[in-house]
């Protein structure tokens, strides 16, 4: 393997990364700044009302794009895998 290989490797597992996290950190970042105006708002400081509703729609996101994520996953490794032999060399 040589260093371009090398590149191309690490370049591909990062935007399969950022692919992949990105529906599920979107998700939890837009409800946590929801959130946030809403305590702003009304001045409530409550620990509860910050975690639960961010945890909630984490849940909600990876069933709901779960299956999306686990068919990208798996054809990113199915290509590193049919790739294999060439690398090694």
Known sequence: ??????????EQMLKTAL???TPVLATAFTVG??????QAAT???????????KIV???????VFGSWMFVTL???FHSIFENLIHLIR
């Open 74 to 76: 798996t054809d990113y």
């Open 1 to 10: 393997m040589n260093l371009d290989q090398a590149i191309t490797l690490v």
């Open 57 to 63: 729609a984490t849940v909600v996101a990876l069933i």
């Open 43 to 53: 001045q409530i400081h409550e620990m509860t009302l910050t975690f639960i509703p």
């Open 33 to 38: 700044m929801i959130v946030s105006i809403f």
């Open 19 to 21: 692919v992949v996290g």
